[in-house]
């Protein structure tokens, strides 16, 4: 059955492209050939839903989360890049609920500090936000054809709600030192590597402004996280540590991550800070941190 959902989602898109590019020429299509066309979408659409469920079911039945279990659903049912990418947009519309309620993911009471770094790239976001607006306007005034127009302003529309569904992603989504000192570093929706705090030899405040990727990972075996055309951190790593391309690739970081923080001396004290004691005689004793200690900065600019 699942292998049957796959064939007919495939055999689906060409079918649904031919027709719209049909009506859009102007080719008199049958009525009963668009009907016929709509009532397979439907089945096609309710058997994929069929099968989402029965993975999904025996993915909570193994114990997963429902997040978890959704996204191995998605993965039993689509091709791994395919499925990858509607993880993504899920993920990134369910953060906008978290934008509306003022919520962050992966971000406890426990955490020492959740560092943002959308700074860089805010305005430029919202930029393309107000382009996309006047774009979907211009467009609405311009094209005559009512079906061209239909489609084009369903496009718009939905790029912009990306956008915005990017910014909201990255707004919640913040790099998180744990109080284990532990480093989660993340790009919205996108991406998410977790450093174990054994794996983290040392940290400073390095920025640089590199060419390449978001996810660029440097010929050296290091890895940079660039947010807006700069990294502001730098951490050294003891051990190799692996982590997943945007696109379900797999890699591995040797030698230093750099990423970008909005407040990146916040960073490194946290990075520096002793992992919070357990009970007992001298439990409340604690290193001195801060941006002016002299574990709260680097001196290096790097190579």
């Known amino acids: ?166 910014h909201a992603s990255c707004v919640t989504r913040p790099h998180v030192v744990g109080a284990d000192r532990s480093l989660r570093l993340r790009y919205g929706a996108l991406f998410d590597l977790q450093i174990p705090a054994e794996a983290i030899a040392g940290a400073r405040i390095e920025r640089r402004f590199p060419d390449g990727r978001l996810v660029h990972a440097r010929e050296d075996g290091g890895l940079e996280l660039i947010v807006g055309g700069q990294t502001t951190v730098a951490v050294e790593l003891s051990r190799s540590v692996s982590y997943l391309r945007p696109l379900g690739g797999r890699a591995e970081a040797v030698g230093a991550v750099r990423f970008h923080a909005d407040d990146p001396a916040a960073v490194v004290a946290a990075l520096h800070r002793p992992a919070a004691p357990s009970a007992g005689p001298g439990a409340g004793a604690a290193a001195p941190t801060g941006p002016g200690s002299a574990v709260g900065r680097g001196t290096g600019t790097g190579t």
């Open 1 to 166: 059955m699942r292998r049957a959902a796959r064939v007919a989602l495939w055999l689906l898109l060409p079918g649904e492209l031919v027709v719209l590019v049909l009506l859009v020429g102007g080719v008199e299509v049958p009525f009963a050939v668009v009907a016929a066309a709509e009532v397979l979408v439907l089945a096609v659409l309710a058997l994929e839903a069929a099968v989402w469920f029965g993975l999904y079911r025996a993915a909570r039945r193994a114990g997963l989360p429902p997040g978890a279990a959704s996204a191995r659903a998605l993965r039993g049912l689509l091709p791994p890049v395919v499925a990858r990418l509607a993880a993504h947009e899920l993920r990134a519309l369910h953060s906008l609920v978290l934008w509306a309620l003022r919520r962050r993911h992966g971000v406890r009471g426990g955490e020492v500090v959740a560092a943002g770094y959308t700074g860089p790239q805010t305005a430029l976001l919202w930029g393309m936000v107000f382009v996309s607006v006047v774009e979907t306007v211009a467009l609405a005034v311009l094209i005559p054809w009512p079906l061209v127009h239909a489609v084009a302003l369903v496009l718009d529309v939905y790029g912009v709600l990306f956008l915005v569904a990017l």
